[in-house]
């Protein structure tokens, strides 16, 4: 009845090293899944996609990217995504595909694959390992419960209007040494854990999302505060070390002072 594209390559480290990997995925992976709702017919086809496709902000903007905010992305991950964005617009023009969009500020909270910061940092943490700061530590990306993605998401399936791209963000922005200085107080831990490496290419200084449509057309509202939900996050990674640590060395990324942009970075 309905498809949701959960499906992405989403590392933006790892993207630029590998963007075809990207580009295959999120751009004709994207058409593969529309071409198959066409012919078979769903009820809706909702996509999910991501803040970065509208470029960055400067970190003292008083704005923040709305759901006409023009597509400026800035890496290859951020390219791909948008690309796989224009597809599903073009289906749902072109074919009548039910369609719906998401575009979401970083997602966190249990289960989440080791390689993502906070995961990073509360592995290495708790393992006694250096947490890598890029060095423009003060770089801020806005937060949002996976929860309350997921409330969202059904939100738009069951309520949103077809052809319609809503913003979800919770307003509350981080930067990545306030991160790292959260994880390190929740586990008990002092500053000298943290590390400075250098910045990844085009790295992104702030998104901010204004999800005043969503709110406003179909009620929805985030329900996890951020000091709530990362204290949370970093007991379950403290708790769940069966779950995350079989899963270390399956990040093809190397990331820190050795880190090699040409593609020397990969396992």
């Given at each position: 009845d309905v498809v949701v594209n959960f499906a992405a390559e989403s590392h933006n480290s790892l993207a630029i090293l590998r963007p075809g990997d990207f580009f295959a995925t999120n751009v004709t992976g994207t058409q593969g899944l529309l071409e198959a709702v066409r012919r078979?017919?769903?009820s809706r086809f909702h996509h999910i996609s991501t803040c970065e496709v509208y470029g960055d902000l400067s970190l003292d903007a008083d704005e923040a990217f709305t759901e006409d905010s023009p597509y400026l992305p800035r890496t290859p991950y951020n390219a791909?995504?948008?690309?796989?964005?224009?597809?599903?617009?073009?289906?749902?023009?072109?074919?009548?595909?039910?369609?719906?969009?998401?575009n979401c500020s970083n997602n966190y909270g249990p289960f989440q694959f080791p390689e993502k910061v906070i995961p990073l940092f509360t592995t290495r943490a708790l393992a006694g390992e250096p947490l890598p700061l890029y060095a423009?530590?003060?770089?801020?990306?806005?937060?949002?419960?996976?929860?309350?993605?997921?409330?969202?998401?059904?939100?738009?399936?069951?309520?949103?209007?077809?052809?319609?791209?809503?913003n979800v963000g919770s307003g509350t922005e981080v930067d990545i040494e306030g991160i790292a200085d959260t994880v390190l107080g929740a586990l008990g831990l002092g500053p000298e854990l943290k590390t400075i490496v250098p910045d990844r290419p085009s790295h992104d200084r702030r998104y901010?999302?204004?999800s005043t449509k969503l709110r406003s057309e179909l009620g929805w509202a985030p329900a996890v505060e951020w000091s709530d939900g990362i204290a949370d996050t970093v007991a379950w990674y403290r708790a769940n070390e069966a779950w995350w640590r079989p899963l270390l060395g399956r990040s093809p990324v190397i990331e820190g002072a050795g880190a090699d942009w040409s593609g020397g970075g990969v396992r």
């Open positions: 078979v017919g769903v791909a995504k948008a690309g796989g964005d224009h597809v599903v617009r073009a289906y749902g023009l072109t074919y009548d595909v039910p369609v719906t969009i998401t423009s530590t003060k770089n801020r990306r806005e937060w949002l419960h996976v929860s309350d993605h997921a409330t969202a998401i059904d939100r738009v399936i069951h309520h949103g209007r077809v052809g319609e791209t809503y901010l999302l204004d």
